[in-house]
T-cell receptor, first 108, second 117 residues
Framework: QKEVEQDPGPLSVPEGAIVSLNCTYS??????FMWYRQYSRKGPELLMY????GNKEDGRFTAQVDKSSKYISLFIRDSQPSDSATYLC????????FGSGTKLNVKP | GAVVSQHPSWVICKSGTSVKIECRSL??????MFWYRQFPKQSLMLMAT?????????EQGVEKDKFLINHASLTLSTLTVTSAHPEDSSFYIC?????????????FGPGTRLLVL
């Protein structure tokens, strides 16, 4: 069983839609939960991170962690074409464990 | 955020040759650098962690004699894939972190795609 599972997509949505990206994990020792955005030919950049269960909001982005279900989500409101990228979830316990990434395409 | 560069971005080589990939922190001093590998449709997997001036720490299953890591300065780390074989074809990506920085200050390079023929 993989440590972190993420649907690779691709996910295609119209501009303005609400996007939901999700990951599941198996290791209950994970302490930090991160979302990275990776544009084509660029390295991943940290979008948001959370430490515990609950929600964290930053502008159009909301990160949600449910430790009891071992499930994390990233919601993007009012999605824009500039949000088109690959989104990686990552978790940390001593080191990083990444999901395989979900490719998102927001159509104008 | 800080900038990390990698060179080359693409490399194609013949089986049996060695390939060197450079990772540079352009605007900060990176006391720790990480090397990852990503196969198609799979996760980024940590290969090794290197601290400036020290030997790299390799993850289980990663051959240290095959993947030589040198972190000789605070702005440069190199990964050398020795005697590369087709199964080493992958996307290699580095990240760098400054002194006292937490994981949120770990910045990633754009990656190097290696194809071994």
């Amino acid at each position: 069983q993989k440590e972190v599972e993420q649907d690779p997509g691709p996910l295609s949505v119209p501009e303005g839609a609400i996007v939901s990206l999700n990951c599941t994990y198996s290791n209950s020792a994970f302490q930090y939960f991160m979302w990275y955005r990776q544009y084509s030919r660029k390295g991943p950049e940290l979008l948001m991170y959370t430490y515990s269960s609950g929600n964290k909001e930053d502008g159009r982005f909301t990160a949600q962690v449910d430790k009891s279900s071992k499930y994390i989500s990233l919601f993007i409101r009012d999605s824009q074409p500039s949000d088109s990228a690959t989104y990686l979830c990552a978790m940390r316990f001593n080191k990083f464990y990444f999901g395989s990434g979900t490719k998102l395409n927001v159509k104008p | 955020g800080a900038v990390v560069s990698q060179h080359p971005s693409w490399v194609i080589c013949k089986s049996g040759t060695s390939v060197k990939i450079e990772c540079r922190s352009l605007d900060f001093q990176a006391t720790t650098m990480f090397w990852y590998r990503q196969f198609p449709k799979q996760s980024l997997m940590l290969m090794a962690t290197s601290n400036e001036g020290s030997k790299a720490t390799y993850e289980q299953g990663v051959e240290k004699d095959k993947f030589l890591i040198n972190h000789a300065s605070l702005t440069l780390s190199t990964l050398t894939v020795t005697s590369a074989h087709p199964e080493d074809s992958s996307f290699y990506i580095c990240s760098a972190r400054g002194a006292g920085g937490g994981f949120e200050t770990q910045y990633f390079g754009p990656g190097t795609r290696l194809l071994v023929l």
